[in-house]
């Protein structure tokens, strides 16, 4: 643990800020509606799981639930896919996807994701230079978790 643990007091020397060290990853939950029919007790109702790195822990996003995460830096719009949406399926459930550079205007992606293991997604598809928010909007109740089972996203560049 002592040499990751150096290399991050390093490389944070000049100016840091705790987003950067994991910054291939959603940082911030900026706002989350469950659906109606979650249960809020229950593990997968909690949207700091699709934070961070893929780990196998999920957030159920169910019908009716709205899930923005956002990113610590612009994502750019560089060549292929730029983003990366990672589930666990597949149970048939499918989610709509938005993103927005600002997290006011968001633009959503015509085809709602369908539930698998990695999902990658091309921001020119939709006329962005750039997004640091995504927005997940559950579209079914399908699965034992009811609905789209968020893991995590990344930067794909
Ligand atoms: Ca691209
Ligand atoms: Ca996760």
Sequence with gaps: MI??????????I??????EVQDRHASVVDSFVPAPSLD????????????????GRTVALGLGSALTLRFFRDIPDGRGPDLRVVELGPDGAR?????SADGVGFVEYAEPL????ETD???????????????????????IDPGFDLDALEALH
């Design 3 to 12: 040499r990751p643990l150096l290399f991050v007091l390093v490389t944070c």
């Design 14 to 19: 000049g100016g840091c800020f705790a987003g």
């Design 40 to 55: 809020l007790e229950a593990p997968f109702s909690d949207p700091d799981r699709a934070l961070g790195p893929a780990d």
């Design 114 to 117: 369908v539930d698998g293991d």
């Design 95 to 99: 989610a709509w996807v938005a993103v």
């Design 121 to 143: 997604l091309d921001l020119a598809d939709v006329g962005l230079t750039e997004a640091s928010f995504v927005r997940l909007r559950g579209a079914d109740e399908a699965g």
